[in-house]
């Protein structure tokens, strides 16, 4: 599948997605947000608008397209995003957790869960690739990567339930 | 002085709205229906008919340059000189295409008429320059916008909006520079000077703008904006230098920042309001007898430069290597003449001499209604065109 993108000034960006058929699919995202989707029939055809999206309702419509809301076969051909079984979690930690105050290196999440600590979001700092050495904080919400298992079970160790 | 009070701005805005109202029933652009309006209710028309119009005084005026500065301003956050690059040779081979077609049978057709060589100038500009904001709406309107026409077409315009920043610099100087070549070469000096650095605060200036815009609140926002954007303009003008590309080049300053989509989003309804009074203002200053006494180099510019734009923009889609259908839609895609062309009208109404005073805005204004109207019908019968054009090229080949 190729993907091309190319700007539009003024308006936003466009790309166009080769579907298989000889037809496309483009999708023009607006500056205001808004996505309008096409689909052109061949390459040389007119482009016909098929739907009008707000931003919001793009996003959500975006989502469900990826699976991330329901995966209808659970088998290798189906991947998420980072393909496999690997999953990105948001944990936030919470006021009065024992994490507050403690280093990476102490808390030792990783041996505990098997999922890994990519990011550390502190308000409007982000810390990337976080040291055993970053101290975490109540309030910081933490990015971790691995198996959908560690990730549940480092979702719960972080906020106590 | 002539008072401009609260009731005729109230009338102002009725006017506009009502146009507005029109415009998105008829399907039509609403810049020449502002400018009709506000021809409407002018003293030339309601004035003339005993009906209560608007005196185009020294508050409606400072409205309308508002207007002027944040409609280039919003070109320069848009304008981005990387956007440029990245697509230089295909850009610049269809904007090259389109200048050196476009504006000089401008030139030509003011020399043609016996006008001075600045007054050429200013026609040339005003047939030369798309109207970005027609041109763009009808792209998003028609569905083109995601067919390959739009990108010959906006990469066209950006060209184009690069070229008048430099045009508006050099005429300003050559209108309001006064007589004899001393002056003239004194008001360049300062405009390329005061530019030259406003560009290198601009390049260098990132921080600067960032650190500013830095607020979360939206009306600390807003007012930041316009705190850094009128003064410059306000100061540009102050000393002889166009307050349109000072603004421009503060867009140009805000569009390197990561503020750019917040500012589009806070300041586009700002925007629009100067704008429409901006054109509203045009209509007023414009006696439509003075637009029936242009109807010669009108109807001459409207017969040769129509044809011109859609030469320029075929070439313009050839070098995108679309197919002759396609590159003759980037033809008919440019025809509209808007914002920019009253821009310079308004410039040139600054000068001495009844034809910049008087000829120039009332051609300016009678142009720009004929071709965004022109333009903007050519592109919903851009089918019928395509089988006139080429069914003609095919009978002629046949005939060979």
Known sequence: ?????????????????????????????HNTGK????????????????????????????????????????????????GGDTVIEWVEVPEGSDLDGTTLGEADLRQETGANVIVVQRGETTITNPGGDTELRAGDTLLAVGPREACQTFESLVTGE | MVEFSLLELGE??????????????????????????????????????????????????????????LLLFFLGLEFSLDRLLAAKTNITRAGVIDIVINLPIGVVIGLALGWSFVEALLLGGIVYISSSAIITKSLIDLGWIANAESEPILGTLV???????????????????????????????????????LLVAVQYGTRFFSAVLDVQDPEPFVLRTLGVLIPIAGFALSIGVSEAVA????????????????IERRLVGIRDVFAAIFFFWIGVNTDPRLVVAAAVPLAIAVVLTAPT????????????????????????????????????????AQGTGTVMTELIPAFAVGYVLVMSTLGTVLMGESDRVETLVFRTKTETAAAD
């Open chain 2, 247 to 262: 603004a421009f080049f503060v867009g140009m300053g805000f569009s390197t920042t990561e503020h750019r989509e917040r």
């Open chain 1, 35 to 82: 996505r309008e989707v096409f689909r052109r029939a061949t390459p040389d055809a007119d482009s016909e608008k098929l739907l009008e999206l707000p931003d919001q309702l793009a996003r959500q419509v975006g989502t469900i397209l990826e699976g991330a809301y329901f995966q209808p076969v659970r088998s290798q051909s189906i991947e998420t995003l980072l």
């Open chain 2, 12 to 69: 102002l805005f009725v006017a506009v709205a009502v146009a507005g109202a029109l415009g998105a029933r008829l399907g039509l652009s609403v810049i020449p229906l502002y400018v009709v309006v506000g021809m409407f209710a002018s003293p030339f028309v309601a004035g003339r008919l005993g009906l209560p119009y608007v005196l185009p005084g020294e508050t409606l005026t400072l409205l309308a340059e508002v207007g002027i500065v």
């Open chain 2, 159 to 197: 060209f184009e909006d690069l070229v008048i920043a430099v045009y508006l610099a050099v005429v300003t100087s050559l209108v309001l520079g006064g007589d004899g070549l001393g002056s003239l070469a004194r008001s360049l000096a300062i405009a390329f000077g005061f530019l030259g650095l």
């Open chain 1, 1 to 29: 599948m190729t993907v091309y993108e190319s700007d539009l000034p003024g308006v936003g960006k466009k790309h166009e997605i080769e579907l298989g058929d000889g037809s496309q699919l483009v999708i023009v995202t």
């Open chain 2, 309 to 348: 734009k859609v030469i320029s923009g075929y070439y313009g889609g050839q070098v995108y290597d679309l197919t002759p259908k396609r590159s003759l839609r980037v033809g008919l895609g440019l025809v509209s003449r808007g914002e920019f062309s009253l821009v310079i009208a308004a410039l040139a």
